[in-house]
């Protein structure tokens, strides 16, 4: 529905409610509708705070991507927030990252608040999840929360096989691009284990119905997404830990590799000096010096000097 319009821009917050077993989108604001709002201007959030009752404090919590996941209850108001499973693609690198959805439940309506678009909340409102029903908030929000849990099991595995596809290419060269690529998927699994930690701590707090009661249902849909969670906390520290043990090996292999090419070029610089060492004493015309007067005596010296050295250099592991 719009509500809103200034000069060319449409200020949208969208309706759903189930109809015939779907979620669909509706017109306008029906009480125990799913709002959903995404980046929501400064008439949106007094629309939200007036009309629907939303908590000033938690509309702002939601609008802040630096907020962690967290449980709080204000008078009738429960605030959910939730780090959700990000992925960005450019050309061939992904980066992986986290952005919080706000899952806001009021007397009348259960409201969803995000800074970005979210695949999720896209998965919902396009009735891709079976057994959805937002007039049921609780179990909504549950649902909301389940399925965040999966994409971060789903982003974990793709992180796993690029890491593996990453590896192959370091073994045949070692690229700067490869290695970069490897530093940011440390970095994405170093932000899925944090948000994956907060995000445990809030299902910890729902499962004790400290902010509202679960029926035997929803509470075991809320341990299954604990036991995903957990899942996927084990899984992000088994593979950060093994990418740290590589990305240390990749460093060694570098740090080798570079004395091996100093060795070599020390080595192939010595044998080139040999014959400006050997030309510059017989440069001299000094009559002292013997076979002077032996024109391919310097050629011989040189031969035999640069064929002992490379020998040597050679038994040594120099070249």
């Excluded at 509708?33 to 980046?39: E, F, P, R």
């Excluded at 999966?150 to 982003?155: A, D, N, R, T, V």
């Excluded at 299954?224 to 240390?248: F, G, H, K």
Aim: glycine fraction near 4%.
């Amino acid at each position: 529905m719009i509500l809103f319009k200034r000069g060319e821009e449409l200020d949208v917050i969208t309706y759903h409610k189930t109809i015939d077993g779907k979620i669909v989108k509706i017109n306008g604001y029906e009480s125990g509708c799913w709002v959903n709002c995404v980046a929501p201007t400064e008439m949106e959030i007094n629309y939200l705070m007036s009309s629907l009752g939303v908590e000033p404090e938690f509309l702002k919590a939601s609008l802040d991507e630096e907020e962690s996941s967290r449980i709080d209850k204000e008078e009738d108001n429960t605030l959910i927030i939730i780090d959700s499973p990000v992925v960005d693609r450019t050309g061939k690198n992904f980066t992986y990252y986290t952005n919080p959805v706000s899952i806001i439940i009021t007397p009348q309506n259960i409201v969803t608040i995000s800074v970005k678009e979210n695949s999720v909340i896209e998965e919902f409102s396009a009735s891709l999840i079976r057994f959805a029903y937002p007039e049921n908030k609780i179990r909504f929000s549950i649902q909301i929360m389940a399925r965040i849990a999966s994409k971060y099991l789903q982003y974990i595995n793709q992180i796993i096989k690029i890491t593996g596809h990453v590896e192959e290419e370091l073994k045949e060269t070692m690229r700067n691009e490869d290695l970069v690529q490897l530093l940011e998927i440390k970095k994405s699994l170093v932000y899925f284990s944090a948000s994956i930690k907060a995000i445990s701590n809030v299902i910890g707090k729902m499962s004790r119905k400290r902010h509202f009661s679960l029926n035997e249902e929803d509470a075991e849909l809320l341990e299954d997404v604990a036991i995903e969670m957990r899942q996927a906390a084990e899984m992000s520290e088994i593979y950060m830990n093994i990418l740290s043990s590589s990305m240390e090996a990749y460093s060694s292999l570098i740090s080798n590799n570079l004395n091996v090419v100093m060795k070599i070029l020390a080595s192939i610089t010595l044998i080139l000096s040999i014959p400006t060492i050997v030309s510059g004493i017989y440069g001299m015309n000094n009559p002292g010096i013997p076979f002077m007067d032996r024109w391919e005596i310097p050629f011989i010296l040189m031969g035999v000097a640069i064929v002992i050295t490379w020998a040597v250099l050679k038994k040594k592991d120099m070249l």
